[in-house]
Nanobody, 120 residues
Framework: QVQLVESGGGLVQPGGSLRLSCAASVSVFSGYTMGWYRQAPGKQRELVAAVTSGGSTQYADSVKGRFTISRDNAKNTVYLRMNSLKPEDTAVYSC??????????????WGQGTQVTVSS
């Protein structure tokens, strides 16, 4: 069973920075795409950023240029560096590990989430 444990959330002022970490209990990096999602109150969960096992990245338009996702395969950890934070970035951020073997076989795991609050 894979466990994903997030850390690094908290309260930060607008314009500030945070770095989220997601540590996996076992090696899920081989073949897994690692992603960060967020869900704000009253809104649907959305993909913030993702990085494939090969290192390709994608970002939501709202965070491009401000957030950076990276992975350290030796530490089984994925990071989300968040700069120039805005109040609208306030949400619960969750780590996801996803691997699709076929249309019928998809492995996906979630962390418990970490709260990020951007407020003065």
């Amino acid at each position: 069973q894979v466990q994903l444990v997030e850390s690094g959330g908290g309260l930060v002022q607008p314009g500030g920075s945070l770095r989220l970490s997601c540590a996996a209990s076992v090696s899920v990096f081989s073949g897994y795409t690692m992603g960060w999602y967020r869900q704000a109150p009253g809104k649907q969960r959305e993909l913030v950023a993702a990085v494939t096992s090969g290192g390709s990245t994608q970002y939501a338009d709202s965070v491009k240029g401000r957030f950076t996702i990276s992975r350290d395969n030796a530490k089984n950890t994925v990071y989300l560096r968040m700069n120039s934070l805005k109040p609208e970035d306030t949400a619960v951020y969750s780590c996801n590990a996803n691997r699709k073997l076929s249309d019928a076989t998809v492995y996906t795991y979630w962390g418990q989430g970490t709260q990020v609050t951007v407020s003065s």
